[in-house]
C-alpha cells in the first residue's frame, strides 16, 4: 500500500477563489492510501516545495499528489523536489485544478466538486504508479552525412568544425551534387563551381571528414547515439590510394560514346573518366557497361597508360561497417522524367530541353564551351521560350502536386543571361505565378523584365510542335484573353524537381516518415524543421522539401547544430515512460511491431519460464533507448502483453473509475 | 422524462493527448473559456494510447459520454499516432451504436496546441449533445448509479 | 431555376469542380478551334465558377467545341474543360425548342464522306 501525501495549492486566489481548497484537503484524507494532506498559497515556492519535502521525509510518503495548475507547468519542479529527498520523481502526479477547473467554473460548489475528482484520479493513479528509472545510452561520437550535395557537405563541414568525426556517403564518384552542375546562381549570379568546390576542397581536406564516394548505405541498424550503418563501396577498378587524378587514362580511352551525365547527357564521356575537372575526390573511374576490356575482355590501354599503376580490373565492391552517433539525410532531389509530357515533345525534339540541360549550355565547362548553340543544329537561337510548372503544381499522375520553389528564379537568371549575353535575342516566359519569396528575388525577377525586356506573358503553353525547323508553341496570353502562336528555336523547360530515387529506400532503412510525394517528413513542420521523427535522424536540404541553395545551406548547418548537440553528449538519458511487453502474456504475433512508428520493437527468441515451464518463445522486446511511449502498440496487442509505463492500462482504468465514481 | 433532463448533470471523461489537446486545454483554461464542469480530463501521452476497453469500462462505470482528442491529422507528435485513433474509435464507436450507446455519446476530435476557444466549444457542444440524450443506461453496471436503482 | 442554380446543375452533371481550376490557361492554349469560339475553354470554368454563366449561355461558342478532348488531356489540375462545356451545351439544348439540329437538315448536310456515326453523334450532341 501506498502512503500518499496530496498537497493543494491556492495559487494566491487563482485556485482558492473557485475551489474550496480546505473542503479538497479534507476529501483527499478520505481516498485510500492518503496519509496526509495540505493545502498552501504558492505550492510551487520554497516554502510550499519545502511542505513537500517535509512530508516526505517526516511521514515516509511513498506517492505524492500536487493538485496545482497544469503539469505542463510545474510537473518538472516537484518531481525535481522529490527527487531531492529521496523520492523516485516517478511517483508524483499532478492534478490540473486549475487550467482545467478554477479558470474556467464561477461556481465555488461546481468548482470544489470537480477538484476533489480530479485530485481522487491522480490520487487513484499514484496508487498503482510505480518507480521508473530513466534509461542511459552511450553517444558514439561520430556523424553519417547520406549524400554528398551542398547540403550534405554544408553539414559535415559544421559538425567537423565543431571537432566531431563526419562520414559522407555519395553514391556517385564526386561529391558535390546538383550544384556542381549549375552555371550561375540567383539572385546574385555569382559562379556555383567557384562558391561551391572550395567547399568541396575543404571537406576532402578537413581531417574530421572522411568521404565514401561512390559508395552507398545498405543498412542501418540500432537507434539515437548508436548506429551501425553497413556501407558497399562499389568498385571503381581504379585502386583510390595510387590515383592521382592526371586523366590520361581518360584521353586514352577508345570507349567515347556513353552520355556524359555530368553534362546531362548532352556529350559523351570515355568508359574511364573523371566525372568533371574539379571533382573531389579525383579518382577516376571505370564504367564497367561501357569498358571494353568487361565487354570483351581485349583492350587494357587504360591499365598500360596508369603510371601509377592505379588501374585494378578485379576490384570487387567492399562492405565497411561503421558505427555513428547521428544520421542527416541529405539526398537531394533529381529532375522529373519528361516522357509522359507529349505535349511539348521533349522526347522527339532536341531542341526542347530542361532547364539543367540549359544549365549546362550556358556553363564554360559544359558541352558546348558556353556558347548558347541548339543541341540540333548547333546554330544560335533567336527566339527563346521557356515555360513554367512543367509538372508542378498539377493532378495528372505525371504531375507533382507541389510547386518546385526554385523554378521561377531560376528561369528569370537564365532569361536575364541570355539577354545580357545576347542582346538580339527574344526571351519569352510562359508563368502561371510568378514567386519570389526570398530575399532580393522580386528585385531579381523585376531587373529581368525592366532592364533586360524579357517577355513575361501569363498563361500557359499547350503544346509545342516542330514545324520547318522551328518549334511551334502553341501559349494563352490571358491578359490578352488570347491564343498567342510562337515560332521558336529553343524551349527550355522548367521540370518539376523531384526527391532522389534513393529517398523513399532511406527512409524505410532508418524507419523515419515520408510523405505521399517520397519527401522525408520533419518531426514538426514549424519547430522541428531538421529532425526527423525518428531520434538521432536529422533532414538536410531538397530530401526534405523544395528549397533553394542558401535555404539548403542554412537546413544542412541548423541540421548540423542538432547533431552537435546530440553528439556533445557522453550519454543520452531515455524517457522511462516507455512501452514494456510482459514475456509470459505475449503470444509473438508482430501487431505491435506494424504499428510501432519508430521500429522500437523487435522479436527476439528467448526461454521464458511460465510458471515452471521453461521453453524458447517468440516474444516481442521493446529497444527502450528507440521508443517514444506513444503507446500505439498497447492498443494492438491482442493479448494484453505490451503496457505503457507511466501510463499502465491499470492506471487509466483507476483514473476511469475514479471520474465516474 | 424532462424534468429528470433539467437536473441532469452527465458525466464525461474526455481522453486528451500530452502533446495537442492536454494543451490546448490548458489554453481554453488561461484563456478562461467557460465550458461545463462535467467534463473531466485524463492525459494520455497520445490518442493512439486509448484503448477502446478504456471507453467501455467509462461506460460501464456510469459515464454517459466519452470524447478523445488529439492532434490534427497529419500532426502528430508520434507522426501516425491519431491515424490508428482515428480508425479504431470508428469501428468502436460503430459497435457502441449497436449496443445502444447513440454516436452522440461518443466523439473523437482534433484539438491543436493553439485551439483553446476550440476545445471550450467542442467541449459545450459534446456536454449539450449528451445532456440532451439523456443518462446512458447502456452496458452501465447499474451499482454504480445509485439513482438508477432508485428509479427501478 | 435561376443563374447560380443553373451554375451548379451543369457543374453536377458535368462532375467538374472549377474551384481546382489554377487560371493556367493551357486549355485554351491547347484549343485546336480556338478562332472559331467566342469563348475558350479556361472562360467556360472562370465564368461558371464566378457567375457569369449567362454570357456563355446566349453565346454559341458550346457549339463550336469540337469535343475533342485535348483541353482535358493537357489540364494539369484534371479538371477537364470539354466536359463542362458539354453541360453548358447539354443546357442549351434542354431548353424548350432548341434543338440546334432538325433531321431535314441532314439531308442537305449529307455527302458521301461524312460517316453515318458523325451524323448519329452530332444527332446526340446537338439536340434533346
Redesign the interface.
Given at each position: 500500500m501506498q502512503r500518499i501525501g496530496v498537497f493543494i495549492c491556492w495559487c494566491g486566489s487563482n485556485i482558492a477563489a473557485t475551489v474550496d481548497v480546505k473542503k479538497v484537503a479534507a476529501a483527499a484524507l478520505n481516498e485510500p492510501g492518503v496519509v496526509f494532506s495540505a493545502d498552501y498559497q504558492y505550492m510551487c515556492s520554497a516554502s510550499g516545495q519545502g511542505l513537500v519535502k517535509d512530508a516526505i521525509r517526516e511521514k515516509g510518503l511513498t506517492g505524492v499528489v500536487v493538485c496545482s495548475c497544469s503539469p505542463r507547468m510545474h510537473e518538472a519542479t516537484f518531481r525535481k523536489a522529490a527527487e531531492s529527498c529521496g523520492l523516485n520523481p516517478y511517483m508524483v502526479e499532478i492534478a490540473n485544478i486549475r487550467e482545467h477547473c478554477s479558470w474556467i467554473h464561477k461556481d465555488v460548489a461546481e468548482g470544489t466538486e470537480k477538484a476533489v475528482i480530479l485530485m481522487r484520479a491522480a490520487v487513484a493513479k499514484v496508487n498503482l504508479n510505480q518507480s521508473l528509472v530513466a534509461g542511459k545510452s552511450d553517444v558514439v561520437k561520430r556523424a553519417l552525412v547520406i549524400g554528398g550535395g551542398i547540403a550534405g557537405i554544408q553539414t559535415a563541414l559544421d559538425i567537423a568544425e565543431a571537432g566531431y568525426e563526419v562520414d559522407i556517403v555519395e553514391k556517385k564518384p564526386t561529391i558535390g551534387g546538383k550544384m556542381a552542375q549549375l552555371d550561375k546562381t540567383f539572385p546574385t549570379l555569382d559562379c556555383s563551381a567557384c562558391i561551391l568546390t572550395p567547399k568541396m576542397v575543404d571537406a576532402a581536406a578537413h581531417d574530421k571528414i572522411k568521404i565514401y564516394s561512390y559508395s552507398e548505405v545498405e543498412s542501418v541498424s540500432g537507434f539515437v547515439g548508436n548506429f551501425t550503418a553497413k556501407i558497399r563501396k562499389k568498385a571503381r577498378f581504379v585502386k583510390e590510394d595510387l590515383c592521382t587524378g592526371c586523366g590520361l587514362c581518360t584521353e586514352k580511352c577508345p570507349s567515347r560514346k556513353t552520355p556524359n551525365e555530368f553534362n546531362e547527357g548532352m556529350n559523351t564521356r570515355s568508359a574511364i573518366y573523371i566525372p568533371f575537372a574539379q571533382a573531389v575526390p579525383k579518382y577516376a573511374v571505370i564504367d564497367p557497361a561501357a569498358c571494353l576490356h568487361f565487354k570483351t575482355g581485349k583492350c587494357g590501354l587504360c591499365e598500360r597508360t596508369c603510371d601509377a599503376k592505379a588501374v585494378d580490373y578485379n576490384q570487387k565492391d567492399e562492405t565497411i561497417e561503421r558505427k555513428y552517433g547521428a544520421i542527416v539525410v541529405a539526398t537531394g532531389y533529381n529532375v522529373i522524367k519528361l516522357d509522359n509530357f507529349g505535349e511539348y515533345g521533349y522526347t522527339e525534339n532536341p531542341d526542347v530541353i530542361t532547364s539543367l540541360e540549359l544549365e549546362r549550355i550556358m556553363n564554360a565547362a559544359g558541352p558546348t564551351g558556353g556558347a548558347l548553340l541548339r543541341p540540333s543544329d548547333k546554330t544560335h537561337p533567336q527566339k527563346i521560350v521557356f515555360v513554367q510548372c512543367v509538372g508542378s503544381r498539377g493532378q495528372r499522375p505525371c504531375d507533382k502536386p507541389y510547386c518546385s520553389k526554385i523554378c521561377c528564379m531560376y528561369t528569370a537568371k537564365h532569361a536575364m543571361l541570355i539577354r545580357e549575353k545576347y542582346p538580339d535575342t527574344e526571351v519569352y516566359v510562359f508563368y502561371i505565378d510568378v514567386r519570389t519569396p526570398g530575399k532580393n528575388f522580386e528585385e531579381f525577377y523585376r531587373r529581368a523584365v525592366e532592364q533586360y525586356g524579357v517577355h513575361y506573358v501569363k498563361g500557359q503553353v499547350g503544346k509545342v510542335a516542330e514545324n520547318a525547323g522551328k518549334l511551334r508553341v502553341y501559349g494563352s496570353d490571358l491578359l490578352m484573353n488570347e491564343q498567342i502562336v510562337i515560332d521558336a528555336d529553343l524551349v527550355v523547360l522548367a521540370a518539376a524537381i523531384e526527391p532522389d530515387e534513393s529517398a523513399k529506400k532511406i527512409a524505410t532503412m532508418l524507419t523515419t516518415g515520408i510523405d505521399t510525394n517520397n519527401f522525408l517528413t520533419e518531426a514538426h513542420p514549424k519547430l522541428r524543421p531538421v529532425e526527423s521523427a525518428t531520434a538521432g535522424i536529422f533532414l538536410s536540404g531538397v530530401c526534405q522539401g523544395p528549397k533553394d541553395i542558401p535555404e539548403t545551406v542554412s537546413q544542412a548547418s541548423a541540421a548540423a547544430v542538432k547533431v552537435i548537440g546530440l553528439l556533445a553528449k557522453d550519454q543520452i538519458t531515455c524517457n522511462p515512460c516507455v512501452a514494456r511487453s510482459d514475456e509470459l502474456l505475449c503470444n509473438g504475433c508482430s501487431s505491435c511491431e506494424k504499428v510501432c512508428p519508430y521500429g522500437a520493437i523487435t522479436y527476439i527468441d528467448k526461454e521464458v519460464n511460465d510458471h515452471g515451464k521453461r521453453e524458447v518463445r517468440r516474444i516481442a522486446s521493446v529497444n527502450e533507448a528507440v521508443c517514444q511511449g506513444c503507446g500505439a502498440c498497447t492498443v494492438a496487442c491482442p493479448s494484453g502483453a505490451m503496457d505503457l509505463k507511466g501510463f499502465t492500462n491499470k492506471q487509466i482504468m483507476a483514473e476511469v473509475d475514479a471520474i465516474c465514481r | 422524462m424532462s424534468v429528470e433532463h433539467e437536473s441532469f448533470k452527465p458525466t464525461i471523461v474526455a481522453f486528451c493527448c500530452n502533446w495537442c489537446s492536454y494543451a490546448g486545454a490548458d489554453l481554453a483554461g488561461s484563456g478562461r473559456m467557460q465550458y461545463p464542469a462535467n467534463v473531466k480530463i485524463i492525459k494520455v501521452p497520445c490518442s493512439c494510447r486509448v484503448n477502446p476497453t478504456f471507453v467501455l469500462r467509462a461506460f460501464q462505470r456510469g459515464a454517459d459520454g466519452v470524447i478523445m482528442c488529439g492532434c490534427h491529422p497529419g500532426d502528430c507528435h508520434y507522426s501516425t499516432g491519431n491515424y490508428y485513433t482515428r480508425r479504431r474509435m470508428t469501428m468502436l464507436f460503430d459497435f457502441l451504436d449497436f449496443l445502444g450507446i447513440e454516436r452522440g455519446r461518443t466523439r473523437v476530435e482534433w484539438v491543436s496546441a493553439a485551439e483553446g476557444a476550440r476545445f471550450a466549444s467542442v467541449m459545450n457542444d459534446f456536454v449539450k449533445n449528451v445532456t440532451e440524450l439523456g443518462p446512458n443506461r447502456k452496458i452501465t453496471d447499474l451499482r454504480t448509479k445509485p439513482e438508477h436503482k432508485e428509479g427501478e | 431555376m435561376d443563374l447560380s442554380e443553373q451554375a451548379e446543375n451543369i457543374k453536377r452533371i458535368s462532375g467538374v469542380d472549377t474551384k481546382?481550376c489554377?487560371?493556367?490557361?493551357?486549355?485554351?492554349?491547347?484549343?485546336p478551334n480556338?478562332e472559331d469560339m467566342e469563348y475558350?475553354p479556361?472562360?467556360f470554368v472562370y465564368f461558371i465558377e464566378n457567375g457569369y454563366l449567362d454570357r456563355l449561355l446566349k453565346s454559341d461558342a458550346a457549339f463550336r467545341c469540337m469535343t475533342c478532348f485535348?483541353c482535358v488531356?493537357?489540364?494539369?489540375?484534371?479538371v477537364k474543360p470539354a466536359k463542362l462545356i458539354e453541360a453548358v451545351r447539354l443546357t442549351l439544348v434542354r431548353q424548350k425548342d432548341s434543338n440546334r439540329l432538325k433531321p431535314y437538315d441532314i439531308i442537305e448536310n449529307l455527302n458521301a464522306d461524312l460517316p453515318q456515326q458523325a451524323i448519329v453523334s452530332a444527332m446526340r450532341k446537338y439536340t434533346k
Open positions: - | - | 481546382k489554377l487560371r493556367c490557361g493551357k486549355c485554351t492554349a491547347s484549343c480556338y475558350h479556361h472562360q485535348a488531356e493537357r489540364c494539369p489540375r484534371d
